[in-house]
């Protein structure tokens, strides 16, 4: 039988770790511990050009590099022995992966703008107390976490169940959970983005912590123009020209600075204009008015 062996080279921007491991074992492939990540084992009447295939498919749009070696059965284990190079997932996750699942959750909230270097330190002494500690950092921290621009539509499709789920009265983060179905981490994250976006808040009430949606600013309410009509058209003439600047003005404007009704300032401004004393240019839909 053939071995395949896989290295990942994973990046900020791509898949989580975890994320990967998950894309792989639905391929069959085993997660090692070593010089490479994942192994894949080829039955007599498999092509290696297919598992290759299945693996790059496998892969494809989580953004990581990764390179494949295939070695038959006796060499693999000739080269396991002598370097000790791979050790099986059975069983919990090895501390390494684990650890490397938690980095990749640090690096993300250092993107956001929190301070995560006392957990760091956390993460390579006590893995159980990470857990713990890493859990009430982030509900403390939330206030205190940046908007970050994320390209992956999964967030953005996170934020818009949560945002649609909160409303003035707020939820309790128990809730949200329970009604959206995500993660508490999920969640968490999601609050954080929409907090510092100013589109939800946390307040304390009865007790309990509550994420409460922040409802958009009122429209600017404009009072209505008070208009003025002239006593006759020789004021109605003159109010006009007195609106109209040097520079030209619309005919909207004009109405506005002369408090007359448009029926009036039409009829005046072609007076005007009659007379020589203003001229009118129409600019797609405006209609300006100039001094001559």
């Known amino acids: 039988m053939t071995k395949t062996f896989i290295r990942v080279e994973l990046c900020s921007e791509g898949e989580s770790p975890k994320q990967i491991v998950e894309r792989m074992r639905g391929i069959g492939a ?9 192994e894949l084992s080829l039955a007599e009447d498999m092509r290696l050009f297919d598992k290759l295939e299945e693996i790059h498919q496998a892969l494809r749009g ?11 059965d006796a060499e693999a284990a ?3 022995q002598r370097r000790h190079e791979a050790t099986h997932y059975v069983g919990d996750k090895p501390v390494e992966l684990k650890k490397a699942v938690y980095r990749a959750k640090l690096e993300r909230w250092k993107e956001m703008g929190l301070d995560v270097g006392e957990l760091e330190g956390i993460l390579e002494t006590d893995l159980d107390k990470f857990k713990e500690v890493s859990r009430e950092f982030l509900r403390t921290h939330l206030d205190e ?6 390209k992956r539509s999964d967030d953005n499709l996170v934020d818009g169940k949560v945002l ?8 309790t983060l128990e809730e949200i959970i329970g009604r959206t179905g995500f993660s508490e981490e999920q969640v968490m994250l999601s609050l954080g983005r929409l907090i510092s976006s100013e589109s939800a808040r946390r307040v304390a009430k009865d007790g309990m912590e509550l994420y409460c949606l922040v409802p958009p600013p009122a429209p600017v309410m404009r009072k209505p123009l ?4 002239a006593k006759d058209d020789s004021e109605a003439e003159g109010r ?14 004009v109405i506005r600075t002369s408090r007359m009704p448009r029926e009036q300032v039409e009829k005046a401004a072609m007076s005007l204009k009659a007379s020589g004393k203003i001229r009118i240019v129409v600019k797609g839909r405006k209609v300006i008015y100039y001094r001559m």
């Open 30 to 38: 085993v997660p090692l511990v070593g010089d490479y990540d994942f």
């Open 62 to 72: 989580s953004n990581v590099r990764y390179t494949v070696t295939t070695r038959t």
């Open 78 to 80: 000739s080269i396991i």
């Open 145 to 150: 976490m940046s908007v970050v621009k994320d």
């Open 164 to 171: 649609a789920l909160l409303d003035e009265n707020g939820k």
């Open 226 to 229: 008070q208009l003025n009509p």
């Open 240 to 253: 006009v020209l007195d609106a109209i600047p040097d520079n030209g003005i619309s005919s909207k404007d």
